[in-house]
């Protein structure tokens, strides 16, 4: 069975840096499928952060918020969110969904959730 380990998050003020890693136990992994990073910010709803698709390589690709970048290491089973220029509206839960080729074929799989908080 997959599992997910989150990690890299933290308090930040505001105009800086964080990169979040999202990584695979279990499961005889082989390689992503597919990587997609969501955000629960206080008072809402569970909203789409940013994702790369399925890819054979490391494949980094800008996020629609064009300030978030999704990237994936198949030989270190990470996946990766880099936040950049961070502002208070960031602060929230993020969580990683993945989808990954294992010996029993596609598997997927939530993290349990990070806490990053943008504040002066």
Known sequence: QVQLV???GGWVQPGE???LSCSVSGGSFFNFVSVV???QTPGNQREFVAKTPASSAADSKASD???FTV??????????LAMNNLQPADTGVYYCNVQVLTLRGVQSAWGSGIQVTVSS
């Open 6 to 8: 989150e990690s890299g």
């Open 17 to 19: 840096s964080l990169r």
């Open 37 to 39: 990073w969501y955000r």
């Open 65 to 67: 918020l064009g300030r």
């Open 71 to 80: 990237s994936e290491n198949n030989a270190e089973k990470t996946a990766y």
